[in-house]
Structure formats: C-alpha cells, structure tokens
C-alpha cells in the first residue's frame, strides 16, 4: 500500500464517539476522551494474562497492595492497565485526536480501558512549554478517571510518540511502559531534516537558544529511567523516517525494543484492519500483560 493510500485509509475512517469526555483544564482542547472495554475482566484472564495479586509484572518487583499505595500507586487488579493514547500532526493545531478514535474505541473492544488525550498544539495556545504540560496534566486526569490496573501504559503515534517519551522522563510521571509508534525519537534529527516544512522549531520556538531548547526536549537526550520502551515503526515511512527511532534506540539499548515493520508506512500501525495494526495490538497485549 502506498503512504497516500494509507493516509487515506486512516483519515476515512468515521470518528468514534467516547464513553465519556473529562477536561483537565480551561482550554478547549484540555480534555480526554474516555474508552470504556467492551470485553469482560475474565475475557482478558482467560487467556492467561492475569498478574498476580500484588505483582509489579513490568519489573519484576513483588509489591503487597499497601506498599503500593504508599507511593501513590493504583491498586493491582485483576484486569489490564489503562492505555493513554497520544495523538500526532507534528503538533499542529490542525490535526486533533479524532483520527486516532477508531483506533481507541477498537482497543476497547479488545479489553482495555483506554483514554485518548487531547492537548493544546502549535497554532491554538500550544507548543513549549504548554504542549508538554498538557499531556502530563491529561494523563493525571485519564488515571484519576479510569485507573485501570498498575500504571498505565502510555502509546503515542509520530509526534504522540515524542510527547509519550517526553512525558515518561518527567520527573513525577509514573507509567508502567511507553508504546510509541513511528516516533519523532529524535528531534535534533528532525529538525536537522526539516521535517513537515519546520515543525521542530514551530513547536520549540525558532531562534537563538533553539538548540538547548531541541535537548531540553528530545527523546534522545532523556530517556525514561527504568521504563520499558517498544517502538514499532515501518521502514517505508515517508513521514518520520525510521532512522529515527533507530537513533533513539541506538542511544537507551538496554530499555529500548525496536520492531521494525518492513514495507510499511506512517499510518499503517494505527489503523484498524490493517496487518501492521494487528500487530500492535498483539504487543499491547503482551505489554499489558508482562
């Protein structure tokens, strides 16, 4: 398939209305819109990915209940973990969340609780700092409102992805994994290549100091310490190329699994029915599951 028909084959899906929609903050576009699971707890059991009551699976650390809510931990529970979902459009105001709600309502169906944050962008009261604050804030929210079990699993899509990196490396964030997708893993690259006609410096502020403002955000530079990180990106990827996932990887080797997807795209992963899309479900399966 073609980037434009992968393109097209996202962008025509009809959006999905949530369950629920909670804001987080004044601004139109501080809200998160919430996918309730369709399947039953003892569907996800079944197939042997229940944790063990009082397990931190993502680390291997045995945790009583108790000691978990003293460091302000959700309780383990039977069920998978909520997945907060990160949007991308290099930042813009002109793409929002819509497109990625077939994918969000579709991992409903698949059990999980799910959460598709929205957040100020470049063009409509966003960019740094406010973008970056956003999605922290919204990710607060999407665990006070639909706390799943454990830690969520943060996934974001292109520049989703960054902000799900980003985020994950924030002091205070506490995410059991980040799942990104076709990231912009490393924004002094990005930059480098000019992608989308300039993004990086729309979204960080053009100017003197735009480099030590490229390293204050990058992927790269920061890591999320002790947070296991899957990439999944297509090597025909006209958008993000995968040099630069394969950069950040090359950078965090031992928290860092990258999965190429060969012959596929920028939106492939995260559209419903397609092969590459079921195999992100597949590692979100085994990521809220371990």
Known sequence: MSAADEEAALLGLAPVAPDRTVAYG?????????????????????????????????????????????????????????????????????????????????????????????????????????????????LAAAVRELPGSGYPVLAGHSAGGQLALLAAARPGTRVSRVLAVAPVADLARAHALGLSNGAVAELLGDGPGLAERIAAADPVCHPPAGVPVTILHGTDDPDVPIDLSRRYAAHSPGTTDLRELPGVGHYGPVTPGSPSCHTLFAQLRRTCST
């Open 26 to 138: 004044p601004h139109p576009d501080q809200i998160v819109d919430l996918y309730l699971p369709r399947a039953a707890e003892d569907t996800w059991a079944a197939e042997g990915e229940r944790a063990p009551v009082g397990e931190r699976v993502a680390d291997g650390e045995r945790r009583t209940d108790e000691a978990r809510a003293a460091d302000g931990a959700p309780a383990q529970g039977a069920g998978p973990p909520l997945v907060v979902l990160l949007h991308g459009g290099f930042w813009r105001a002109a793409y929002d969340r819509r497109h990625l709600s077939p994918l969000a309502a579709a991992l409903a169906t698949q059990g999980l609780p799910v959460a598709l944050a929205e957040y100020r962008r470049v063009g409509a009261g966003g960019g740094a700092p406010q973008t970056f604050d956003d999605v922290t804030a919204g």
